[in-house]
């Protein structure tokens, strides 16, 4: 059974540093790779940042470049989003998510984590 735990959100004030933690089981080696969403109040979910499984890809939104930094630890099958540099607009629900193909949906999205920044 396919389970993602996110974990590692919280209340910091702005400027902060966070880091998320999306912890997977499964046969996470056949997965293309992972994704990080999020969703504020009041507002759609959004694109936050991927990575392939094998480290080779990474990709991130504009609003977050140079502020977040996403990586994986394939042997704890955990995958990171180091947030840095934190502002009031990154408040939001936190999701992880992943996908087994390549181009396709997001097959499987883990419970969500809160993350608060204080101005």
């Known amino acids: 059974q396919v389970q993602l735990v996110e974990s590692g959100g919280g209340l910091v004030q702005a400027g902060g540093s966070l880091r998320l933690s999306c912890a997977a089981s499964g046969r996470t080696f056949s997965w293309y790779g992972m994704g990080w969403f999020r969703q504020a109040p009041g507002e759609e979910r959004e694109f936050v940042s991927f990575i392939r499984w094998s480290g080779s890809f990474m990709s991130y939104a504009d609003s977050v470049k140079g502020r977040f930094s996403i990586s994986r630890d394939n042997a704890k099958n955990t995958v990171y989003l180091q947030m840095s540099s934190l502002k009031p607009e990154d408040t939001a629900v936190y999701y992880c998510?992943?996908?087994?193909?390549?181009?396709?949906?997001?097959?499987?999205w883990g419970q969500g984590t809160q993350v608060t920044v204080s101005s």
């Open positions: 998510a992943a996908q087994v193909l390549a181009g396709r949906k997001y097959n499987y």
